[in-house]
């Protein structure tokens, strides 16, 4: 028991990190911040459409095209594995609308098995090929992003730029970005207003599509670092943190961008404190500061609560059109 | 009831002697057929642990899946299923050696514990629920992944084989481990026979069960407590990862096969019996093989063969009923076309030539032909080479799908005001379901016009009956 939790030796768990071990660290931090902030902001409108569980159903069913890609390409390529993630990613999506549109099996089963189906035959493929593809049942789960900074440099012109999982990173997040500053109005109004967006001639399917797209892109991109499971939380937890501290949606994307930051460094720290996964423990910062914004909300808070202010304001957002949260049913139905 | 009894136990029997798991990472560079001999001989005890494991498991998994699956709770079992990962850690932690029932205690309380904080989370914020069992699943999860790589680091931990939580091994199922399983298999079996009634009312009808003063809220919180038995005990056979997939996909494939809900636990628990064992058995016969995603490829076998071949939902029945109902509705249309032909000459010939009829319906004497030989094919006309007659079958038929396109008719423009050059395309489509009981309705309340809005006569009963013949083929398959 007693080896379980290492010394806290600070000079170590803090210090080092920024200073002779900069090279390996900084690596490993700047790869958790891209990519937590490139699933948090798509994480944010899968969430305002009520679609969280379709990170579950991707990240998982990803697995397979990526193994099928490395099998076939024999190679680590971006392209082949954009190209193996993109379409398993959809292939999932196909699958569980067929199966709850041919069936009276319900859609939230249909999800279930699709997803399990997929990710089993991943995990096949990975213990029969382990040798050839370089990933391995615990990296599916887990990823392995202290490797990150081993990995061969891009070098441009003879100068090393960085490890090649980073600038990809740092291209997908960038993507994301010029993405939804260029149809910033469309994600909103097709994520608030199916009818509306309807109306203005936005197809509903095609915005559902291209987001279930970019979703299998980044999710892809950050596998190897954080794995499948890990993801859902890097989805998920910066925009469920900054949807309890604001309800405007350019703030919501700011605070999750800032927890993207923070459950990095913090979790970069954790990891080294506890020798863990690295991977894991930026999720539990992550989970720490949503804890912490769960407590303290200005107007969801378990504080707030407790100090009797509740009756007054319950109501008033109960029925308030700000919500971050009332996405249309119907962009939810999809 | 007997006979299905009794093929359940051949088929158990069947999956008993098939059956046999064990020791996949333990041995390598074995020819594979001896190690399916050894599996199928059921020698070795470690083999008889896994599949007594897989079974136990199967029974439980498929039981309570069906539960989740006809409840909705599909995604709350994964997230379950996810979050009893830092459990099993603590529990591993306790003595730092694979103690069942440590870890058992250890996983059902991290289990409980998600499922009080989705609760919480969806009650006191404005998060959904989605998202919450995300948050869970996902949090819970990487706390768990922290617990686990930090055993790995310890001296102990490295042989631990805490990581076969994850993806399941059916062989490092021990004795002990088994006498967990058959008691928490024998706690879940005997509570749901004794709280049966009430579970079923409050999964069916929540209103009823409510007013009925049963305490809902208490029988949902008794269901979770199972669930997380169950995912517990399975974890060993499937792992952490894949528990959910044996919860829903055998209880799905059930689910398509019949209406009964009593049925259904007995398909879903022989589907998770058999998924398990065929898991085990694949992942014992190669070296290194997982278990979990195997069984899990099985029961998605399982569900696709019920997918596509299930009598009522499969999709081949389906597109087989809808192949059979597009060819009658054209064998009545032609049987319409004839009867509007006989019609005009005010039924004065016996039969309508293919010539009339093609001009009737703007097509060829060929396609003509082809359609008279379906009618005749089913014993719904007679022909002579160039003209069709009627038999009394095919007569009763054609006026009473004459009488349904007009009966609608009149009824659309008496009732729904609807102008009547706008009822047409309605009336082709009602005219081939409406049943009889609704034609009698339809008659009363038309007080048994005899014209149409056009003022073509509407057959009536009397004419019909004349015509002779049995039920027709529409009444008996409306039935």
């Known amino acids: 028991m007693s080896g379980l939790i290492p010394e806290f030796d600070f000079q170590r768990v803090v210090i080092s990190p920024w200073t002779a071990d900069l090279g390996a660290f900084g690596w490993i931090m700047l790869m958790g911040f891209l990519v937590a902030a490139a699933c948090g902001l798509v994480g944010n409108y899968l969430l305002l459409r009520r679609l969280a569980l379709m990170g579950d159903a991707v990240s998982h069913s990803v697995l397979p095209g990526l193994v099928i890609a490395f099998l076939l390409s024999q190679s680590r390529g971006t392209g082949a594995m954009f190209a193996g993630a993109l379409i398993a990613g959809v292939l999932s999506t196909v699958i569980i609308e067929f199966i709850h549109t041919k069936t009276r099996v319900k859609q939230d089963a249909a999800m279930g098995i699709a997803f399990t189906t997929l990710f089993a035959i991943g995990v096949v493929l990975t213990s029969l090929y382990a040798s050839r593809i370089d990933l391995d049942a615990d990296c599916v789960l887990f990823g392995e992003i202290a490797y990150v900074p081993l990995e061969p440099a891009v070098e441009v012109r003879g100068v090393a730029l960085a490890p090649a999982p980073v600038l990809r990173m740092g291209a997908v997040l960038l993507g994301v970005v010029v993405l939804i500053a260029a149809f910033y109005k469309e994600l909103l109004v097709s994520s608030f207003d199916a009818g509306l967006a309807r109306s203005l001639g936005l197809s509903p399917a095609l915005a559902h599509y291209a987001l ?27 925009g469920s ?49 949503f804890g912490l914004a769960w407590l303290l909300s200005p107007r969801d808070g378990l504080l707030h609560r407790l100090l009797g202010a509740m009756p007054a304001t319950a109501p008033a957002h109960a029925a308030g059109p700000a919500g971050g949260h009332t996405g249309p049913e119907s962009a939810a139905r999809q | 009831m007997k006979t299905r009894r009794i093929s359940v136990l051949v088929f158990l029997l069947g999956v008993a002697t098939t059956a046999q798991a064990a020791r996949v990472g333990d041995v390598t560079g074995i020819d594979w057929t001896d190690q399916a001999a050894r599996f199928l001989s059921l020698r070795d005890p470690a083999v008889r642990h896994a599949v007594a494991g897989a079974v136990l498991m199967g029974v439980c998994c498929g039981v309570l899946g069906a539960f989740v699956v006809v409840r909705k709770m599909a995604l709350v079992g994964d997230a379950l299923s996810h979050a009893v990962l830092p459990g099993v850690a603590l529990g591993f932690l306790w003595n730092l050696e694979k103690d069942p029932l440590a870890i058992f205690i250890g996983a059902t309380l991290a289990g409980l514990l998600g499922t009080a904080v989705v609760r919480a989370l969806t009650a006191t914020t404005r998060i959904k629920e989605d998202a919450a069992l995300g948050l869970v699943l996902a949090s819970f999860f990487a706390v768990g992944a922290c617990l686990v790589t930090m055993i790995q680091r310890l001296p102990a931990g490295n042989k631990s084989g805490v990581d076969k ?184 010939r016996d039969g309508v030539t293919f010539m009339q009829l093609a001009q009737r319906r703007k097509e060829t004497v060929a396609e003509a032909r082809v359609q008279v030989r379906e009618l005749v094919r089913h014993g719904l006309a007679t022909s002579n080479g160039d003209t069709a007659y009627f038999t009394p079958e095919g007569r009763r038929r054609a006026a009473e799908i004459v009488r349904n396109h007009r009966l609608w008719e009149l009824y659309l423009t008496n009732t729904a005001n609807i102008a009547s050059d706008h009822v047409h395309e309605d009336a082709e489509k009602i005219e081939h379901v409406l049943g009889e009981d609704v034609v009698r309705e339809l008659e009363r309340r038309l007080n048994y016009a005899e014209r149409d809005p056009h003022g073509r006569r509407i057959p009536s009963a009397a004419d019909i009956h004349r015509h002779g013949g049995r039920s027709g083929e529409a009444g008996a398959e409306q039935r």
Request: proline share 3%; hydrophobic share 60%; charged share 15%.
């Open chain 1, 212 to 238: 279930m797209a970019v979703l299998s892109i980044v999710v892809v991109s950050a596998f190897e670092s954080v794995g499948a499971i890990l993801v859902i939380a890097m989805l998920i937890l910066p």
């Open chain 1, 241 to 289: 943190t900054a949807m309890l501290l604001t309800t405007r949606l350019p703030r919501v994307h700011l605070l999750s961008v800032l927890h993207a930051a923070l459950s990095a460094v913090l979790g970069t720290h954790l990891g080294l404190w506890l020798e863990c996964s690295i991977g894991a423990a930026m999720v539990v910062a992550g989970t720490g500061l």
């Open chain 2, 165 to 348: 939580f994850l993806f399941g091994q059916a062989a490092a199922i021990g004795p002990e481990d088994l006498r967990l399983m058959g008691l928490v298999t024998v706690l879940v079996l005997g509570l749901l026979a004794l709280a049966f009634k009430e579970l079923l009312v409050a999964s069916f009808d929540r209103g009823f069960a409510q007013s009925g003063g049963l305490p809902v809220r208490w029988v949902d919180r008794g269901l979770m407590l199972l669930l997380a038995f169950t995912v517990v005990i399975a974890l060993q056979a499937v792992g952490a990862v894949l528990v959910s997939a044996m919860l829903i996909t055998p209880a799905a494939a059930a689910y398509l096969l019949t209406d009964k809900f009593h049925r259904m636990l007995w398909l879903a628990a022989i589907f998770g019996v058999a998924a398990g064992v065929l898991g085990a058995f694949i992942s014992f016969i190669g070296p290194n093989l997982p278990t979990g995603p195997f069984m899990v490829i099985a029961a998605s076998g399982i569900f696709t063969g019920a997918f596509f071949l299930s009598p009522r939902y499969g999709v081949v029945a389906r597109w087989w009923r809808q192949r059979d109902r597009s060819a009658r509705t054209r064998r009545e249309n032609t049987l319409k076309a004839i009867y509007r032909v006989a019609e005009e000459d005010e039924f004065s």
